[in-house]
Every structure is written in structure tokens, then in C-alpha cells.
């Protein structure tokens, strides 16, 4: 499994981002507070729902934002879905496979069924 697409809105320094990833190891490259450590944690959240750096969502939102968006086009042999998780702070997080809410999810196995 790999993340071919990674999409940010709102999502800590980033108002927005696109971000195409080729197969193979990947290395962000740039300046101290550029927000490549962003990047890895937007992957992290959506493989496991949560931050390696925060314990709350809160801070993922980029600051006067109502909410964060991590959407990711995530492809595992010839199947590619994506995932997409709303962060909101003080209320429910959403999360939407190939445009269709989930709920529940304790990982992202469980959001992309496998």
C-alpha cells in the first residue's frame, strides 16, 4: 500500500497543498519550518488517526480555520481509493472513502476496508 496523492487544506502551516508521490522512497527536501514534518504528519494521520506530535486535533488546524481536510489517493495493487478525513476540533471527526462517509474508524485499514 502507498499514498500516490496527498491533498491539505487548512491542515497546520498549509492553507493549501497538493502533493504528487511517486512509487519508491520518497524525501521532502527544504528549509527549517517549510513544513515537510507537516507533510509526514498528515500521512501519519490518516494511516492511524492520530498525531505523533499532539494529543487533540486542535493544533492541526491551521490557525482562523474552522477545519483541517487530509484527503490522500491511497493505492494497494491495482486498487487506488480516496481518503478523506475532516478534523474539527471539539466535535466529530469525518472521514469519507471514495466519497462516502465512514464512521467508527480506529486506523486506516478499517477506513480502506483492508
Not at 487530509?70 to 469525518?94: C, F, K, Q
Request: proline share 5%; charged share 25%; hydrophobic share 40%.
Amino acid at each position: 500500500m502507498r499514498v500516490r496523492h496527498l491533498s491539505l487544506v487548512d491542515f497546520r502551516s498549509y492553507p493549501t497543498a497538493e502533493v504528487p508521490i511517486d512509487a519508491g522512497p520518497s524525501v521532502f527536501v527544504g528549509p527549517n519550518g517549510q513544513g515537510k514534518t507537516n507533510l509526514m504528519e498528515a500521512i501519519g494521520y490518516v494511516a492511524t488517526l492520530g498525531s505523533h506530535r499532539v494529543g487533540t486535533d486542535a493544533p492541526m488546524i491551521r490557525s482562523g480555520a474552522a477545519c483541517a481536510v487530509i484527503r490522500t489517493a491511497i493505492v494497494r495493487d491495482d486498487r487506488e481509493l480516496v481518503a478523506e478525513l475532516e478534523i474539527v476540533p471539539g466535535r466529530a471527526n469525518r472521514a469519507k472513502l471514495n466519497r462516502t462517509h465512514r464512521c467508527g474508524l480506529e486506523r486506516c485499514s478499517a477506513l480502506c476496508g483492508w
